[in-house]
């Protein structure tokens, strides 16, 4: 890692690309690096959501206290709005991934054309 800084005021999190194997390497270091680590972590939040909406749902059923099918209903609603939410994030990652990988195949067809 470099410790240069960027015009941005932070450290780079990469050195400058200056070859086309680089280039490549960190459209797909991207990918694997980030995209993976992401879906991952939304599909156990959308699974933490489902299980909520399912087991509040139960508790619902099982409980005569007005307050509490109320608020249970509520937090039933968030969490089915939170689902819609982050199925929306999830495509916008995949759409990022597929660019980047998209990007290293392009950086790949013009490998001769950089060592002309």
């Known amino acids: 890692m470099s410790e240069k800084k960027s015009g941005k005021g ?5 050195q400058d690309i200056e070859t086309v194997e680089q280039a490549i390497k960190a459209e797909k270091d991207v990918e ?3 995209h993976n680590a992401i879906e991952e972590h939304v599909l156990l ?3 933490t959501e489902e299980d909520i909406i399912e ?3 139960q508790l619902i059923k ?3 206290s007005k307050k509490i099918k109320t608020n249970l209903g509520r937090i039933i609603d ?3 709005k939170h689902i819609l939410m982050l199925t929306s994030i999830r495509k916008s990652f995949d759409k990022i991934a597929s660019d980047e990988h998209r990007h290293a195949k392009m950086l790949e067809d013009l490998a001769d054309e950089f060592h002309k």
């Open 32 to 34: 694997v690096g980030y």
């Open 10 to 14: 932070r450290e780079r999190i990469i």
């Open 45 to 47: 939040w959308l699974a």
């Open 78 to 80: 968030d969490s089915k």
């Open 55 to 57: 087991s509040y749902t």
């Open 62 to 64: 099982k409980t005569e």
